[in-house]
């Protein structure tokens, strides 16, 4: 008789991405050079074209590991929802949320999982590049490896990496705002406030209400220091202004989920759980 028992995978590695391939090929490529790999990686498509999928499909034979892409219809910046599309989809009882503009340091899966622990999530650093570095390692002009003293990259304290020393430094922190572009917890962590909030629709705080909520349910937040790094491609324009109206929209309803003080969003990851196995789009 066949096991029909579900494999529980450790870690999934979960990449939101959106129309913009030749990012997306980069990040995982740095996924292919991790020391460590994660049980699974899937990609959480908010809609892109098909050249998004023959990315994937392209690399699909080099990892090691099943590569998934999940795909939602186009229909505006829908990111919490295809986070917890992601996640829903994944097999892993650790969750390591990335954004597709976000190239992996070596140790970057490793450091994770390393550093995990139950009742608490990681908040990782971004190293951010120009707009004029990324576009030259999107050309191909330069190798994906950066030295402390590469020109076009600012904060770069969030390049160093020792684990060791890690963790040492890397604190609990009283502040909840967070950043999902580098994010991990655990599934039940994850699920005990019913992931992202679908709310939130267009650019901005939908990661930072998520922390508050996880907060509220006494997950701890964690800063990373000297691990998880990660290194943002620029771009052209700052989501700031290309969104404002989004941003302030969004900010209303996090202060409207701060009122309410409930860390359980109704709207959020049970609209996407049911026993169907993981299929692909791609």
């Known amino acids: 008789m066949p096991n029909l028992v579900p494999t529980i995978m450790d870690t999934s590695l979960i990449i939101t991405t959106y129309n913009w391939p030749q990012a997306l090929d980069m990040v995982l490529r740095s996924v292919l050079r991790q020391s460590v790999m994660p049980d699974e990686v899937v990609i ?159 650019w901005g705080k939908e990661d930072s209400e998520l922390a508050y909520r996880l907060t509220l349910a006494g997950i701890r937040k964690v800063n990373l220091r000297l691990a998880g790094v990660a290194y943002h491609l620029g771009h052209a324009q700052s989501h700031e202004r290309t969104h404002s109206e989004d941003l302030r929209r969004n900010e209303a309803l996090l202060n409207k989920v701060i009122a309410n003080g409930s860390y359980w969003c109704d709207n959020g990851l049970t609209n996407h759980l049911t026993p169907a196995v993981l299929k692909d789009d791609a």
């Not at 829908?78 to 992601?86: S, Y």
């Not at 990335?98 to 995990?116: E, I, N, T, Y």
């Not at 604190?171 to 655990?186: D, E």
Request: aromatic share 8%.
């Open 44 to 202: 959480a498509d908010d809609g892109s074209t098909e050249s998004t999928a023959e990315v994937i499909r392209a690399l699909r034979d080099q990892f090691s590991v099943p590569l998934h892409h999940i795909r939602q219809e186009d229909e505006g910046f829908r990111v919490a929802r295809v986070r917890n599309l992601g996640a829903s989809k994944a097999s892993g009882r650790y969750l390591i949320f990335v954004d597709g503009d976000m190239l992996l340091h070596r140790q970057f899966v490793r450091s994770h999982l390393a550093l995990r622990k139950p009742g608490h999530f990681l908040h990782g650093p971004r190293v951010l590049l120009s707009d004029e570095l990324a576009r030259d390692l999107l050309r191909g002009k330069l190798p994906p490896r950066f030295g402390v003293l590469q020109a076009g990259v600012t904060n770069r304290l969030n390049m160093l990496h020792s684990l060791f020393l890690s963790r040492l430094i890397s604190h609990r922190s009283s502040s909840w705002q967070s950043r999902a572009c580098n994010l991990s917890l655990y599934r039940d962590a994850f699920e005990k406030v019913n992931g992202f909030n679908e709310d939130f629709v267009g």
